[in-house]
């Protein structure tokens, strides 16, 4: 079988023979691969004429088809599983590969839909008074770069390493380019056939190589984004290419790191954090035979505790069942090839310089699977009895199943010695010492990407050492390669342009779509509680009518909510406060400002479900008199969960309220159901 690529709208084979890639288990043949004619300029030229078609969805409407996507996908997962075998993967690994990744697509779908603007752009942050008088302001839009995602993945992940970074990309509305490793490439294969399959994803949006870059990279200019993930060595190289650095391309490198997990000097053996140390090392020893970026390679532990820290990984890894992870029983698979057991075999040679074997175990069983042809390596424990004077633990990587256990005599040297790892993607803290969790943070926080605490009361719950998650920043500085994966929200803004725009606020409302101080508002006949959710504009607004407070109003208020705060109840206490007399409750005031902006016949608005932003801005004394401004700051259509629910959109009003001085006294933005009039849409 020879993989093919996706390229300009159709399926393309190589007519070379290519690489042979062999099953992990067994060395037998599963495909060839080459990418031997393509034309990688086209490749270029042709997602950024297809961006053009993405850019057009709202980021919304791209959140629901990587939604609709991950459904598509989640109901053929066994086929996957049935060819991940192949890499060597455990039904636990490709899990982690599969129905992760699958998962990332969902968490996004869901963040960008709560988080982000429902437009073809975003609106970031707040917006800026620049001029005295507000007639000139500034605000931040995010729009998508109008070139092309090009991912290159490793071949440890082929399907999460691939979600992973196309759900972010497709979401701001660039098309993608996903080059995964060869080793693995048959995976990623099957699912971008599916995808492309599916139709769901607009033609364009993503083209798949099989097997060399070729000189894709050349043709990269500075609307494309370049993202990868492999070693520090191959990154650097790819990051320092004529067209990168000339063109100001965007390179985001994720890169194999000597990640540490620590046990803290109270976390002593018999201790629930001990048992969690011991059993999390030899996990990420064994899961995915030890081949993830983010994997334990420096196990770092109070010197006093050494001996019973080889002990016990010892009894753990004795445990460990290496063989074919389709028989039953088998714990860890091999690894994704030989040439990588020989990498790992040579690394584990330069680590012995400064380090010794503490555990290994050579004569293994296997539960199947082949010695001679497969790619199988036992797990390997070293100990550096002196690592702040010695140099490989810190420098050197074995990609596998390869722990290095490094002792330490106080906090001051643990942190040093977490540091000589020069940056890392991730770091394990096992304590229940607050002031040892204090220190470490600030210690080495900025020479990771991600610091992940376990003690006895997360122990049920926690994620993991090992596991990225879309919702949090994956990444790091120094020798992790300085770059930001996942991350929520965070990693679509990597794939869009922020732009500042100073306008006045007529104007700065047109181009984003959402009212902004200052703005022009529309007064009509019709109060905004009777229109609709497609007849409301946005600056359509409604003037009340006034209500004076009286002493009577705060008592009552009181009463009813009990809420006696002094201000509210008892006049003599006010001297040294900021208020002249007994002052109405906030939370009162923007009750009756309700009262008088709400329509009360029944109508298109079917609930107010939030209130946003919320600001008192002055404080309100009995005979001040108030009346509200309401104005429809913005929209959002609303997916509905059952086929019998009402449609609906999401419309925020900006509420003011003001006194009889024409002074703003409260400001929030309600949020509200509102019918639509197309109640046969499918969204």
Request: hydrophobic content about 35%; some cysteine.
């Given at each position: ?94 899990w982690i590969d599969i129905e992760g990744g699958i998962g990332t697509l969902f968490t996004y779908a869901s963040k960008i839909r709560r988080e982000m603007t429902d437009n073809v752009f975003h609106i970031d942050g707040n917006y800026e008074a620049i001029s005295k008088n507000g007639t000139f302001i500034g605000h931040h839009i995010c729009t998508p770069l109008q070139g092309v995602a090009v991912h290159i993945n490793a071949f440890n992940f082929p399907i999460w390493g691939m979600l992973e970074k196309i759900a972010p990309s497709i979401a701001a509305g660039m098309t993608a380019i996903v080059k995964p490793a060869s080793l693995t490439a048959y995976l990623t294969e099957l699912m971008v056939k599916d995808i492309i399959e599916s139709k769901i994803l607009p ?481």
């Amino acid at each position: 079988m020879k993989l093919k690529s996706y390229a300009y709208g159709e399926w393309f084979e190589s007519k070379d023979e290519g690489q042979h890639l062999l099953n992990a288990v067994s060395g037998d043949f599963v495909a060839s691969i080459s990418s031997n004619g393509l034309d990688f300029k086209a490749m270029l030229d042709y997602g950024r004429q297809q961006s053009k078609s993405l850019r057009q969805y709202t980021i919304h409407e791209r959140a629901r088809m990587l939604k609709e996507l991950a459904f598509y996908l989640i109901n053929r997962k066994e086929k996957y599983y049935e060819l991940s075998k192949a890499t060597g993967a455990t039904k636990t690994d490709s899990w982690i590969d599969i129905e992760g990744g699958i998962g990332t697509l969902f968490t996004y779908a869901s963040k960008i839909r709560r988080e982000m603007t429902d437009n073809v752009f975003h609106i970031d942050g707040n917006y800026e008074a620049i001029s005295k008088n507000g007639t000139f302001i500034g605000h931040h839009i995010c729009t998508p770069l109008q070139g092309v995602a090009v991912h290159i993945n490793a071949f440890n992940f082929p399907i999460w390493g691939m979600l992973e970074k196309i759900a972010p990309s497709i979401a701001a509305g660039m098309t993608a380019i996903v080059k995964p490793a060869s080793l693995t490439a048959y995976l990623t294969e099957l699912m971008v056939k599916d995808i492309i399959e599916s139709k769901i994803l607009p033609e364009g949006s993503l083209q798949l190589i099989s097997g060399s870059v070729g000189d894709l990279l050349d043709h990269v200019d500075h609307q494309d984004v370049v993202t990868f993930t492999g070693s520090a060595y191959t990154g650097r190289k790819l990051k320092s290419m004529p067209s990168i650095i000339n063109n100001s391309v965007r390179f985001n490198m994720e890169a194999d790191s000597l990640n540490f997990s620590i046990l803290s000097d109270s976390s002593s053996p018999g201790t629930e954090e001990y048992d969690l140390f011991i059993k999390e090392v030899t996990r990420e020893m064994t899961v995915k035979s030890g081949q993830k970026c983010t994997a334990i390679r420096r196990v770092i532990v109070p010197e006093k505790y050494v001996e019973d820290v080889v002990k016990s990984l010892k009894s753990r890894l004795d445990k460990n069942v290496i063989g074919d992870p389709s028989v039953e029983g088998t714990r860890m698979g091999p690894l994704a090839g030989k040439a990588q057991v020989e990498d790992v075999r040579a690394a584990i040679e330069k680590l012995k310089e400064d380090a010794s074997v503490v555990y290994s175990d050579d004569n293994y069983k296997l539960n199947g699977g082949s010695k001679e042809n497969g790619a199988f390596l036992n797990p390997t424990v070293l100990l550096c009895e002196d690592p702040l004077n010695k140099v490989a633990p810190h420098s050197i990587e074995a990609f596998g199943p390869v722990s290095t256990i490094l002792p330490y005599r106080n906090t001051e040297e643990a942190i040093e010695l977490i540091k000589k790892g020069e940056g890392s993607l991730v770091g394990s803290i096992f304590t229940d010492d607050t002031q040892f969790a204090k220190e470490i943070t600030f210690g080495t926080a900025s020479y990771h990407g991600r610091l992940h605490f376990v003690n006895k009361h997360s122990a049920k719950e926690n994620t993991g050492h090992g596991s990225p998650l879309p919702h949090m920043v994956h990444g790091g500085p120094g020798r992790a390669g300085g770059g930001e994966e996942l991350g929520g929200i965070r990693s679509v803004l990597h794939y869009m342009q922020r732009t500042a725009i100073q306008a006045n606020p007529d104007l700065m409302t047109a181009i984003t779509e959402e009212f902004q101080p200052g703005s022009s508002r529309i007064e009509d006949l019709r109060h905004p509680f009777t229109k609709h959710f497609e007849e409301l504009v946005i600056g359509d607004s409604y003037t009340s009518g006034k209500r004076t407070i009286t002493e009577g109003d705060i008592v009552n208020f009181a009463n009813l909510s009990w809420d006696h705060f002094y201000a509210h109840t008892d006049v003599t206490s006010l001297a040294g406060t900021i208020f002249e007399q007994r002052v109405a409750h906030g939370y009162f005031i923007i009750s009756a400002a309700a009262g008088l902006f709400v329509e009360r016949k029944k109508g298109p608005v079917l609930a107010n479900y939030g209130l946003d932003d919320l600001r008192f801005t002055m404080p309100v004394y009995a005979g001040d008199t108030i009346y509200t401004i309401l104005t429809c700051k913005s929209k959002q259509i609303k997916e509905r969960r059952t086929d019998d629910e009402v449609i609906t959109g999401v419309v925020k009003f900006q509420v003011e309220v003001f006194n009889q001085r024409e002074e703003l006294i409260a400001l929030g933005t309600i949020l509200t159901l509102v019918k639509r009039l197309d109640q046969s849409a499918k969204i």
